[in-house]
């Protein structure tokens, strides 16, 4: 498959005053062309960071500080702020996690797509422009745009402003979009209409989409590909599919577990303890006072990447000793 | 709950659409129909309706001239209220009735335009308070401190006198409205500087980023709307403010004689206020419904505003 995005070796620290908070530590990642890849971890683990570091949006105090971000054969860390503003939205897009505040109140849903739309094409007339925003909320599932076009934010439901949110990053045609924990905030009935729009999307304007999420029942529905991050490094990577029938790292272990399944009447495992603080995380592999299997070489060394196969990833010393279970 | 998930449905009842149509609703429209069924800020926005009336065209319902002491001339100074002279005349000779009417133009002006200057300033510093971070923000942030603990009134006299050769020059009032606005910015500064901390990690901020929009248009078009609504609150209240001080500042014989306030009328009244009552206490009224007006609406506003106040 031809690689679109390829992140290599990423850093992003929040330069704060408690400290240095190492919110993304050396991730690698890579996006496909039409691929679907998932970004799972706990709050805090690094995965909408990496997505703002890769818009370059990442708010102050934080700063990308190494790595490269190759997207369509340029750097994307090199480029100027103007450039970078005409690829944001045009070719690269995010949809945010709280539908209730990520449109802007004071503007009606067409202005609002109007905005957009003419960021990127300024030839284009406000009539035109409304008329392409008229088809992006029937593209969104949106019944009588004629209406909703005129309505404002507080006037919709929040299955209805995350679609438009969703329209509204894909006014231009991004060829990658970022969803930031698209159906967070939703009923779970409205969840399951977002989540196959999005998917119905992603194969009609031939898009490579990157999901953000800590739920793996999602990343089951959506996508192709998983990356398992932990706070703030890569601590599996491999296609769906195999990663839910074998995990390889305990922490994927444990998030398959904490999923509640219907066929399955036992006790939901949680997993102990909280995300380490990232100003100053555990020694070794990050994960070792959580992790169940733990043993000395584990807070002694940080673990790397070892392939499994051709297209699995593991960052975990004692992968070749562990039979984990999936799901 | 149950008509949200309704309207997400393929097909939204009647009764959603005939809503959309109907209203049309801006935040705007949302915020003047709360504001209506206040009464009292109803009362109020009709109080303050009525003064700017009256500032407008006083110059054609004032029987006599501003500062003209024609009674003296006809013999009628100090006398109370009569169909001639409905307030009464002064001591002076002054008009009251005159005086109250072409005092509101005056004291409007004082308390918009002081008001004015403060929102220029406190808008700027505010906003560069909340956008830039460490020393900068923390030096904004002790200035408007400043400004905000330091007793104002004592400072405005000293400037007053200081600058007495311009109000000999007729800039009376406009040095006063300057030096009421320059004093009274720090709480526009505080709401500013705390609402674009708030407002800029909104997520619609963050989206517009993300799709593209520069940093002008996001503070343009997005945050510098969004945080309009304390700021008016707040201006109303300090116009109310504005014009209680210039009535004091004139009260104590630091305004400009030359101009007509209430603060002059009553502070010329207030010696002979035992026998010739009305010269202090028609100008008086004139400012305590003008304020009552002002805090009537700044107080409407801030309920209509409010979006915990939802209904």
């Known amino acids: 498959m031809e690689t679109l995005l390829n992140v290599k070796g990423l850093k992003t620290y929040f330069f704060t005053e408690a400290g240095v908070v190492k919110a993304v530590d050396g991730v690698d990642f890579q996006v496909g062309k039409d691929e679907a890849v998932g970004l799972v971890g706990e709050s805090g683990s690094g995965k909408t960071v990496t997505g703002l570091s890769v818009l370059r949006i990442v708010p102050r105090p934080g700063r990308i500080l190494a790595g490269t971000i190759m997207f369509e054969g340029e750097d994307l860390l090199a480029k100027s702020e103007e450039e970078m503003r005409r690829i944001r939205g045009a070719k690269i897009a995010m949809t945010f996690q709280d539908p209730t505040t990520s449109l802007d109140p004071l503007y009606t849903i067409g202005n609002q797509l109007v905005e957009v739309i003419r960021e990127h094409d300024k030839e284009l007339s406000k009539k035109e422009a409304l008329e392409q925003a008229m088809k992006l909320l029937e593209m969104v599932g949106i019944s009588e745009p004629e209406l909703r076009i005129r309505a404002y934010p507080h006037e919709l439901s929040g299955g209805m402003k995350q679609r438009i949110a969703i329209a509204r990053a894909l006014a231009s045609r991004p060829i990658l979009l970022f969803a930031d924990e698209p159906t967070t905030n939703l009923d779970v009935t409205v969840q399951a209409q977002v989540l196959e729009l999005l998917e119905e999307l992603r194969e009609k304007l031939k898009m490579s989409l990157v999901m953000i999420t800590h739920d793996m029942g999602i990343i089951a529905e959506t996508t192709q590909r998983v990356q398992v991050l932990y706070a703030g490094m890569v601590a599996e990577v491999a296609e769906t599919r195999s990663i839910f029938k074998r995990p390889r790292h305990p922490y994927t272990e444990a998030l398959l577990q904490a999923v509640p399944r219907i066929d399955h009447r036992k006790e939901l495992k949680v997993i102990p303890g909280n995300i380490p603080n990232l100003i100053d995380p555990p020694s070794g592999c990050r994960f070792h006072p959580r992790c169940p299997y733990a043993k000395e070489i584990c807070w002694k060394k940080i673990p790397t990447l070892n392939p499994v196969d051709d297209d699995h990833l593991v960052a975990c010393h004692l992968w070749q000793d562990l039979s984990l279970t999936g799901a | ?311």
């Open chain 2, 1 to 311: 709950m149950q008509r949200e998930t309704k309207t997400e449905s393929v097909a939204p009842s009647k009764r959603d659409v005939v809503d959309v149509r109907r209203r049309g609703a801006s935040q705007w429209a949302v915020a003047w129909r709360r504001f209506k069924r206040n009464k009292a800020g109803l009362a109020g926005f009709f109080i303050i309706l009525f003064y700017f009336f009256i500032a407008l065209t006083s110059p054609w319902l004032a029987p006599y001239p501003p500062r003209s002491f024609q009674a003296l001339y006809e013999g009628e100074a100090g006398q109370p209220p009569s169909w001639k002279h409905p307030f009464g005349t002064s001591r002076a000779g002054l008009d009251v009735y005159s005086e109250v009417l072409h005092g509101t133009r005056g004291d409007l002006y004082v308390g918009v335009g002081a008001t004015l200057v403060s929102i220029a300033i406190g808008m700027i510093i505010g906003a560069l308070a909340g956008y830039s971070r460490g020393t900068g923000s923390d030096i904004l942030l002790m200035l408007s401190q400043v400004f905000y603990t330091i007793p104002l009134l004592p400072l405005i006299l000293l400037f007053a006198r200081v600058f007495s050769v311009l109000v000999a020059k007729g800039f009376g009032l406009t040095l006063i409205l300057i030096l009421l606005g320059v004093f009274g910015w720090s709480t526009i500064s505080f709401i500013v500087r705390g609402e674009i901390l708030r407002v800029r990690e909104l997520d619609f901020v963050q989206a517009s980023r993300a799709l593209g929009a520069s940093r002008w248009q996001i503070i343009f078009r997005h945050i510098i709307p969004n945080i309009l609504t304390p700021v008016i609150v707040t201006a109303t209240l300090l116009i109310a403010g504005n014009i209680l001080t210039e009535v004091v500042i004139s009260f104590l014989g630091f305004g400009d004689v030359n101009t007509s306030t209430w603060g002059i009328t009553i502070e010329e009244g207030i010696t002979y206020m035992r026998t010739e009552w009305w010269t202090p206490v028609f100008p008086g009224l004139a400012t305590l419904f003008a304020v009552l007006g002002f805090n009537l609406v700044g107080d409407g506003l801030s309920d209509a505003l409010n979006p915990r106040l939802r209904d």
